[in-house]
């Protein structure tokens, strides 16, 4: 039960675990006080927001537009998980459908699929996992760069001094300022009809890519460099080679520090998301925003409000899966859960 | 016996160039011979340089003048033949002890096969006294064994030489004694040569052959060696409780309390050796001069 606690614990789902501990804790008033505090208190905080919320949204009107309520939200948020659901539900009959075709027509089911393709709404939960999708090529992408990059930093003084400028240069620039260069490039690049993957994903991918590898690359030249002196010393007394020394003292050490960085890379990478997928018209997330942005319906910002809630949802899951990956990798946590 | 001199400091001293500011000579004139198997132990005021002269014996820092040599063989750099055993452990943390040994053997070894390498491993782990605690990451065991796994560690590469910088310093007193009665018996059993900075005297005359005592810096220099007239093995207990030992610890005390008297600012070069002190006829005359 201890060790399920901690597991809890590492996965970010720490509230409950005072909770887990309850049966074989000596101390079962003081485990039920942290689990209503550690659940309480936050509670508290949500529920607080979403009265005022409700408050402001029945007694203000903005020019005669209605301000969605916290009720409507959710109800729209439920919506798109059932429509998401019946369109499972139809692509699993029309598949069925495209395979009996094709056994009684006597064709393959990619020549079937030609003239009966199926005519499926672009859905929300689907356009999160396309947003999900870019965000990781990107950051991937990113990542594979900077920590190579931050690696050569962090050993070499010289080329740190000589990279340094440049990613003081670049660092801060907006990924709205990276988007025209970007997509013009691409956009002249790409002349196949049907590229591997789709256009606006991979200029949107880039852009995220341009923006989030400043801090994985920051954070790995740090650790790198920052190795602590009487470990360097032991590589030294043991007259490792350079390779060893890198691979064996050097990478490990500067390990939390990376991870730190692509932790961070991901957040960064995750805002960035949404305004490049809103610039590229990428049918993700920020696609699903723009479309109700553009559009003059009145229930438009009941959903944009949800796409607010869902984005900031994910941004917080995917830190926390970035947490857990690092707590797992970290000795502490390894002799924990073992 | 072809007289063969075996670890040689001559004249060594170290200065340290830090842009700007004028250069710090934090050592000067160090003449030490140390035989094979000689335990020796330097004592001195904190900042004196005992461990700036420990890291140039294990050539982790140069020599700025004179030259310290082993066999005859001027030290350049870091070697397997000088295992060096540092304050804090430094273990890698994210190794088990067996990892860190297992390091050093893979290092050190290479032409062996992997079987006999994991041997040599076990069987110092084995002599340390950590056989049940290898597969444990160094957080999860206690300060005194992790200084162990560190000795397990340096003498798995087989030195021929054992430097120990304050080894035991961040222990507590029951811990320390265990494990300078082990360096001892690894000393003894090995034929291992020791050079051991410290800052604790009892230690220094419990573990030593000879205690080499600092004048205060800057540029400081051998104030006194003294010979610790006690045969080998040793009995704590008995030891500690006999006139010898505390003649010898007076003579240690009344060195380094007169040094700490003397203004660090004028500190004038040694022209005649200080009053030898009495413990039997085992006070050698400073070298230094």
Same mark, same amino acid.
């Given at each position: 039960?201890?060790?399920?606690?901690?597991?809890?614990?590492?996965?970010?789902?720490?509230?409950?675990?005072?909770?887990?501990?309850?049966?074989?804790?000596?101390?079962?008033?003081?485990?039920?006080?942290?689990?209503?505090?550690?659940?309480?208190?936050?509670?508290?905080?949500?529920?607080?927001?979403?009265?005022?919320?409700?408050?402001?949204?029945?007694?203000?009107?903005?020019?005669?537009?209605?301000?969605?309520?916290?009720?409507?939200?959710?109800?729209?948020?439920?919506?798109?998980?059932?429509?998401?659901?019946?369109?499972?539900?139809?692509?699993?009959?029309?598949?069925?459908?495209?395979?009996?075709?094709?056994?009684?027509?006597?064709?393959?089911?990619?020549?079937?699929?030609?003239?009966?393709?199926?005519?499926?709404?672009?859905?929300?939960?689907?356009?999160?996992?396309?947003?999900?999708?870019?965000?990781?090529?990107?950051?991937?992408?990113?990542?594979?760069?900077?920590?190579?990059?931050?690696?050569?930093?962090?050993?070499?003084?010289? #080329?740190?001094?000589? !990279?340094? /400028?440049? &990613?003081?240069?670049?660092?801060? +620039? $907006?990924?709205?300022?990276?988007?025209? %260069?970007?997509?013009?490039?691409?956009?002249?690049?790409?002349?196949?009809?049907?590229?591997?993957?789709?256009?606006?994903?991979?200029?949107?991918?880039?852009?995220?890519?341009?923006?989030?590898?400043?801090?994985?690359?920051?954070?790995?030249?740090?650790?790198?460099?920052?190795?602590?002196?009487?470990?360097?010393?032991?590589?030294?007394?043991?007259?490792?080679?350079?390779?060893?020394?890198?691979?064996?003292? #050097?990478?490990?050490? !500067?390990? /939390?520090? &990376?991870?730190?960085?692509?932790? +961070? $890379?991901?957040?960064?990478?995750?805002? %960035?998301?949404?305004?490049?997928?809103?610039?590229?018209?990428?049918?993700?997330?920020?696609?699903?925003?723009?479309?109700?942005?553009?559009?003059?319906?009145?229930?438009?910002?009941?959903?944009?409000?949800?796409?607010?809630?869902?984005?900031?949802?994910?941004?917080?899951?995917?830190?926390?899966?970035?947490?857990?990956?690092?707590?797992?990798?970290?000795?502490?946590?390894?002799?924990?859960?073992? | 016996?072809?007289?063969?001199?075996?670890?040689?400091?001559?004249?060594?001293?170290?200065?340290?160039?830090?842009?700007?500011?004028?250069?710090?000579?934090?050592?000067?004139?160090?003449?030490?011979?140390?035989?094979?198997?000689?335990?020796?132990?330097?004592?001195?005021?904190?900042?004196?340089?005992?461990?700036?002269?420990?890291?140039?014996?294990?050539?982790?820092?140069?020599?700025?003048?004179?030259?310290?040599?082993?066999?005859?063989?001027?030290?350049?750099?870091?070697?397997?033949?000088?295992?060096?055993?540092?304050?804090?452990?430094?273990?890698?943390?994210?190794?088990?002890?067996?990892?860190?040994?297992?390091?050093?053997?893979?290092?050190?070894?290479?032409?062996?096969?992997?079987?006999?390498?994991?041997?040599?491993?076990?069987?110092?782990?084995?002599?340390?006294?950590?056989?049940?605690?290898?597969?444990?990451?160094?957080?999860?065991?206690?300060?005194?064994?992790?200084?162990?796994?560190?000795?397990?560690?340096?003498?798995?590469?087989?030195?021929?030489?054992?430097?120990?910088?304050?080894?035991?310093?961040?222990?507590?007193?029951?811990?320390?004694?265990?494990?300078?009665?082990?360096?001892?018996?690894?000393?003894?059993?090995?034929?291992?040569?020791?050079?051991?900075?410290?800052?604790?005297?009892?230690?220094?005359?419990?573990?030593?052959?000879?205690?080499?005592?600092?004048?205060?810096?800057?540029?400081?220099?051998?104030?006194?060696?003294?010979?610790?007239?006690?045969?080998?093995?040793?009995?704590?207990?008995?030891?500690?409780?006999?006139?010898?030992?505390?003649?010898?610890?007076?003579?240690?005390?009344?060195?380094?309390?007169?040094?700490?008297?003397?203004?660090?600012?004028?500190?004038?070069?040694?022209?005649?050796?200080?009053?030898?002190?009495?413990?039997?006829?085992?006070?050698?005359?400073?070298?230094?001069?």
């Amino acid at each position: 039960m201890q060790r399920f606690a901690s597991a809890l614990d590492i996965c970010g789902f720490g509230w409950f675990a005072p909770l887990a501990r309850l049966p074989s804790s000596p101390d079962r008033m003081h485990e039920l006080r942290q689990f209503t505090l550690r659940v309480g208190l936050p509670m508290i905080a949500i529920s607080t927001l979403l009265f005022a919320w409700h408050v402001v949204a029945t007694s203000v009107q903005v020019g005669g537009m209605i301000l969605p309520t916290p009720a409507l939200v959710w109800d729209k948020g439920v919506e798109q998980v059932r429509e998401w659901r019946e369109d499972g539900v139809a692509r699993t009959a029309h598949t069925a459908l495209v395979a009996k075709t094709a056994a009684d027509q006597g064709m393959t089911v990619n020549e079937v699929k030609q003239f009966m393709p199926f005519q499926g709404k672009r859905l929300f939960v689907n356009q999160i996992w396309l947003s999900l999708e870019t965000v990781f090529l990107g950051v991937g992408v990113g990542v594979l760069i900077a920590i190579p990059l931050g690696i050569l930093c962090g050993l070499s003084g010289t #080329v740190f001094t000589m !990279a340094n /400028p440049l &990613i003081q240069l670049f660092k801060p +620039v $907006s990924p709205l300022a990276w988007f025209p %260069v970007v997509y013009m490039i691409i956009n002249k690049a790409v002349t196949s009809q049907d590229p591997l993957l789709p256009k606006s994903l991979v200029i949107a991918a880039i852009v995220v890519a341009l923006c989030s590898l400043w801090p994985a690359l920051v954070n790995t030249a740090n650790g790198v460099a920052n190795v602590d002196k009487d470990h360097r010393n032991v590589a030294r007394v043991l007259n490792l080679g350079w390779f060893r020394t890198v691979w064996s003292i #050097v990478l490990p050490s !500067a390990m /939390p520090a &990376i991870f730190t960085g692509i932790r +961070v $890379s991901l957040g960064v990478g995750w805002m %960035v998301l949404i305004a490049a997928e809103m610039m590229a018209v990428s049918p993700g997330i920020g696609g699903f925003v723009w479309d109700w942005y553009q559009s003059s319906n009145d229930i438009a910002l009941a959903y944009l409000v949800l796409a607010v809630i869902v984005i900031g949802s994910i941004g917080f899951f995917l830190d926390r899966l970035c947490i857990t990956i690092q707590l797992l990798l970290s000795r502490g946590a390894i002799a924990q859960v073992r | 016996m072809p007289h063969q001199k075996f670890l040689e400091l001559i004249k060594v001293g170290k200065t340290f160039r830090t842009g700007g500011k004028k250069p710090a000579e934090i050592l000067a004139n160090i003449d030490l011979d140390i035989a094979k198997g000689e335990f020796v132990a330097i004592i001195g005021h904190s900042g004196c340089g005992k461990s700036t002269l420990l890291s140039m014996m294990a050539g982790l820092e140069d020599a700025t003048e004179g030259s310290i040599c082993l066999r005859e063989h001027e030290i350049t750099g870091p070697g397997p033949e000088r295992a060096v055993v540092f304050q804090h452990h430094s273990l890698l943390p994210w190794r088990t002890v067996l990892g860190n040994v297992m390091l050093a053997v893979d290092a050190v070894f290479t032409r062996e096969p992997k079987a006999e390498r994991r041997a040599r491993a076990e069987k110092w782990i084995e002599k340390v006294g950590l056989k049940e605690h290898m597969w444990k990451y160094p957080h999860e065991i206690s300060g005194g064994m992790k200084q162990r796994a560190g000795i397990a560690r340096a003498l798995s590469m087989e030195p021929e030489v054992l430097l120990l910088d304050e080894p035991f310093g961040a222990l507590d007193a029951l811990t320390r004694a265990q494990l300078q009665d082990e360096v001892l018996r690894l000393h003894a059993e090995n034929g291992l040569t020791v050079f051991m900075v410290t800052h604790d005297i009892d230690e220094a005359i419990y573990c030593s052959d000879r205690i080499v005592m600092m004048n205060v810096g800057p540029r400081a220099q051998i104030g006194q060696i003294l010979t610790v007239p006690f045969a080998r093995p040793r009995e704590r207990i008995s030891l500690m409780e006999s006139a010898a030992f505390a003649k010898v610890r007076a003579a240690c005390v009344r060195f380094l309390y007169d040094q700490k008297w003397r203004s660090a600012a004028v500190v004038p070069p040694v022209t005649a050796p200080p009053a030898p002190i009495e413990v039997g006829s085992a006070v050698a005359p400073a070298m230094a001069g």
